[in-house]
């Protein structure tokens, strides 16, 4: 996935505010891993967090539905 839509971002998350927050976050994170050589990512990390967070939050919702 090269690009993540703002709309699939929004159809993700009830809240736009928690959404940036959580990348925000996830960001700072991935950023402190590379920094100690504990991961090494050819992309952009805040591409890569955004993902994440996108990703994460799909599969959770994906599980509540299921049970």
Do not use: Q
């Amino acid at each position: 996935m090269k690009y993540i839509t703002i709309e699939k971002i929004w159809k993700s998350f009830d809240n736009k505010y928690e959404a940036v927050i959580k990348a925000s976050r996830e960001a700072r994170r991935v950023i402190e891993a590379i920094e100690k050589n504990e991961i090494n990512l050819e992309e952009n990390p805040y591409r890569y967090a955004i993902k994440r967070v996108v990703e994460e939050k799909t599969k959770a919702t994906e599980n509540k539905e299921e049970g």
